[in-house]
């Protein structure tokens, strides 16, 4: 079995087989202990630990975002009123470009109108007041990111974000504000500067490319990290889905879900591949990865807690919370 398996991975080019060293380094466990308090040692023990985030719709379902593919309360389960030929259709650059109306009827949902950041979302602005966060990367197009604080050069926005549109004729750039009066007010955004094209907030639908600022600090970022950290995600989007492998071998790996997702596949396992996450302390490529599973905001609180962080994080919360209360206020 090892020899055809060997065989196939060689034959296949699709990976390159470890030395018996490699083999044995990847065995060794890198945490001591499989579970939140191996992480939280881990990160104490390394002072200047450098952390990537990477999150999904989950961080934001409890601001009142609903996610996609949550059953029942997930975007996808609600779609049958606007009647589309599959629920990714909404997102479909194709399709928009031959009916805009469904998206932008869901898009008065997914406005971020009102919406608060999480306690997720402010314990990712911590490790990155702490020193320690290398980037947060996030599949979201809320921009609870930057409400929340969050320093644009620590920010990458893989799918890009509701905060500036463009006009898909002439190209011209509108605010999030300007986008915000129509689509509220159930009118498709049109260009003031040709009159012609759709204006399009800059998120990127199925069929785009992906933002070169994604592509760019992926290359540079995931190889130097310590500690991956990766939230309320399904990790079934590519490519951000599969950047989960582009860190070390030893560079623990912990999944905060409510589900256990991004897990290693039969194929890869028997190919010996370093591909998706693995639970299982027996495996090859066991002994790194740690999944919590529950609320992200349960997950992160704790996590601050256990660090010693718990009421900084309380604290930074309660402050922000009630700056963003005053804006509102003064905005109304
Ligand atoms: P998804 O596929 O809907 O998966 C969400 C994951 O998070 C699932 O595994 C859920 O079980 C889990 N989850 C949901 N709520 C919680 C919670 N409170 N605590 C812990 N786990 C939770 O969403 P992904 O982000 O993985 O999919 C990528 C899509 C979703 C991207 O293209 C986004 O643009 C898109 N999206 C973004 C938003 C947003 O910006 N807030 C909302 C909806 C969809």
Known sequence: MEKLRRYLAQKL????????DQNNESQQLVLSKLSLDGIVEYIKENTNCKIITMAGAGISTSAGIPDFRSPSSGLYHKLDKYNLPHPQ???????????????????????PEGFKPTISHYFIRLLSEKG??????????DTLERVAGLSSDKLVEAHGTFHTGHCLKCRAPYTLLWMKEKIIEGIIPKCEECNEGVVKPDIIFFGEML???????????????????IMGSSLVVQPFASLIDRVRNTCPRLLINNEKVGT??????????????????????GGRDVAWLGDCD????????????????????????ERLKVEDKSDN
């Open 298 to 321: 349960t997950g992160c609180q704790l996590l601050a807690d256990k660090l010693g962080w718990g009421d900084e994080l309380r604290a930074l919360i309660q402050r922000e919370h």
């Open 264 to 285: 290693q596949d039969r194929l890869s396992r028997f190919l010996g591949l370093r591909q998706g996450l693995v639970f299982d302390v027996k495996s090859a490529h």
């Open 211 to 229: 933002p070169e600022r994604f592509r760019i600090l992926a290359d540079r970022d995931f190889i130097h990290a310590d500690l991956l950290i």
């Open 132 to 141: 320690l966060l290398l980037r947060h990367y996030t599949q979201n197009i």
């Open 13 to 20: 080019r699709l990976v390159d087989l470890p030395t018996n």
């Open 89 to 111: 259709a909404i997102f479909d650059f194709n399709f928009f470009m031959k009916n805009p109306e469904p998206f932008f009827t869901l898009a008065k949902e997914l406005l």
